[in-house]
């Protein structure tokens, strides 16, 4: 076992959300500790070569596990983020003279990667004498312009004053910071074993002084002692953190032989699901419904809050089947089989996605989920990517096939357009299936329920009666639960208004069905409670592949904090 325990020397750790650059990292990205040790190695003017060799055996292990402290509370543990203006770095006098050179370097490094035929090793000679030139003319150029002038005319002053901090263009940067708890954690490779590259690691761990921005101070070093994770690779987790894999190194020399750390640049990584380690789970029930999501993320147009939801699934449907074509339908897209007649088996629910839960939780959607069934055949769900495929090169933009704007006329209220993009790893915590999926034997409705059967009177101003008919309704969604496949709750408790922040009042929803000249269904919102663990999504109810019925699993830890969710 390999465990590398990093401490923030500053209490603090300042680095910038990959995909959100309002916002901090937390959990620490593998990626970005191995990008720290890749720096460390490039420290001196000779690379050693063990210290390389053991970065190379350390990209080819498993993703590693961390222990790392996740209850990072969203107004304590995250620092307020302020724009600043900051002067630009100092270029008024010789610009970017090393452009050039950069750009010369960058093409000897493509050439070096190519086939080495004789044409382009002598293409590599000749750039690399052209490199050489170009570095002594740099330095003749900056050695002249060190010297001032005997005697300064106007414009030398103006260019000279221009130097000052203050004189100097500004331009806007945030410096998101998180202020964990506890000030250390780790990264852990249970399945390493680094005897042979233990040393080397420890002397660049040494040399590793910053993780992120400059201002984020750490101190790294190896550990002998066991350490417990709380967040592992895991299909399906809660948390999408950027990791490595062979040819890490490669990409990140080849990336800075282009960028020079001056350029724009992206780090090199893929995403892996991280969750809290947990008992086998593969007892634990779960509903016909899956945790295997394709999600359509919101990146413009209007904010439609969730009363508006099940008018946008319906479109979203409409949409598809337009694309596909009302022939030969699938029974897993239009929910009826071959003669018409509603399909008995699971099918597609398209789910709008409101942001709910925290204190600030507006309910606006977030974006809409093709949330699949459990048993849906792999054949089924290829066709159902090439159809999405097929309207997102239909509706999209130019240039932009994952744009889509999704404008179909709805029945009631005013239309609303909106703009989505399919995302693998969607940017906000709502739009996370893992974030729905937890397993917890506490729910709780972001959208109400429409119930299955007509309970009664539940406005009743007689007690006996609508004690009567809540009793129904709650029977109902006992019923409800069962009928998706997870065991009927011990306990349920209904309400017309909305029991998590940011959630609506049943009365803003829009009658369910929305078709005219169908029995309207009763809806409420509900807490449900089972008596054992399961796993989500919890949707159930008349509504349920449209986005009614949608509960959040409400944790231990969560609820120990009396915070039900994050933004």
């Known amino acids: 076992m390999l465990a590398i325990e990093i401490e923030l020397l500053t209490g603090r750790y300042a680095a910038t959300e990959h995909n959100d650059r309002s916002r901090a990292e937390w959990p620490p990205h593998p990626a970005r500790f191995f990008s720290a040790l890749v720096a460390a190695l490039h420290d001196r003017e000779s690379v050693d070569q063990a210290e390389r060799e053991a970065v190379l055996w350390l990209e080819h292990q498993d993703a590693p596990q961390l222990d ?118 780790a990264f852990l490779w249970q399945n390493a074993e680094p005897s042979k590259h233990r040393e080397a690691l420890q002397r660049l761990c040494e040399r590793v002084t910053r993780l ?28 999408a953190l950027r990791v490595v894999g062979p040819g890490q190194l490669d990409r990140l020399e080849q990336a800075y032989a282009r960028h020079q750390a001056v350029e724009a640049r992206m780090l090199p990584a893929r995403p892996q699901r991280y969750g809290e380690p947990a008992e086998d789970d593969s007892q634990v029930p779960c509903s016909v419904f899956s945790d295997n999501w394709i999600v359509l993320e919101r990146v413009g147009g209007e904010r439609p809050l969730a009363s508006r939801g099940s008018d946008l699934a319906v479109a979203l449907r409409r949409a598809l089947i337009e694309t596909h074509g009302k022939q030969d339908l699938p029974p897993m897209l239009s929910g009826h089989d071959e003669n018409g007649e509603r399909s008995t088996q699971p099918h597609l629910a398209f789910v709008s996605l409101p942001w709910v839960g925290h204190e600030q939780a507006d309910g606006s959607v977030q974006g809409l989920a093709l949330v699949l069934p459990r048993s849906i055949a792999a054949a089924d769900r290829e066709r159902l990517l090439r159809l999405l495929a097929r309207w997102e090169g239909k509706c999209g933009d130019a240039g932009d096939d994952y744009s889509i704007e999704l404008g179909t006329p709805i029945d009631l209220g005013p239309p609303v357009r909106f703009r989505l993009r399919q995302v693998e790893v969607p940017s906000k915590a709502t739009l996370n299936a893992a974030r729905w999926c937890v397993p917890s034997r506490h729910f709780v409705t972001a959208t109400p329920i429409a119930l299955d059967r007509h309970p009664g009177n539940l406005r009743s101003n007689v007690a006996r009666t609508a004690t009567k008919a809540a009793a129904e309704a709650e029977a109902s969604i006992m019923d409800a639960c069962q009928r998706v496949g997870l065991p009927r709750p011990s306990s349920v408790s209904i309400s017309f208004a909305p029991l998590l922040p940011g959630a609506q009042h049943i009365r803003q929803f829009s009658p369910w069905p929305l078709r005219s000249g169908r029995t309207r269904r009763a809806r409420v919102h509900a807490e ?40």
């Not at 984020?216 to 592992?232: A, D, N, Q």
């Open 68 to 185: 790392v402290d996740l209850d990072v509370d969203e107004n304590v543990g995250r620092r307020e983020v302020r724009a600043v203006f900051v002067p630009v770095n100092d270029v008024t006098l010789v610009g970017d003279p090393e452009h050039k050179l950069r750009e010369i370097q960058s093409k000897v490094a493509e050439l070096e990667g190519q086939e080495q035929t004789r044409e382009i090793v002598a293409e590599i000679k000749k750039a690399r004498k052209t490199v050489e030139d170009e570095r002594n003319k740099l330095t003749r150029f900056i050695k002249t312009q060190q010297i001032a002038p005997a005697n300064p005319g106007k414009e030398d002053l103006k260019r000279a004053a221009g130097l000052l901090p203050e004189r100097r263009n500004r331009q806007e940067r945030t410096f998101p910071v998180v202020v964990p708890e506890r000030t250390s954690f």
């Open 212 to 239: 992120g921005h400059s201002s984020s101070l750490v101190s790294c070093t190896i550990v002998e002692r066991h350490i417990e994770p709380t967040l592992v690779p895991r299909d399906g987790g809660e948390y």
């Open 528 to 567: 449900i409670i089972f008596p054992e663990t399961v796993r989500g999504p919890v949707l159930i109810g008349a509504g349920r592949h449209f986005g009614l019925g949608l509960c959040l699993p409400i944790s231990e830890r969560r609820r120990e904090r009396t915070e039900w969710g994050s933004a």
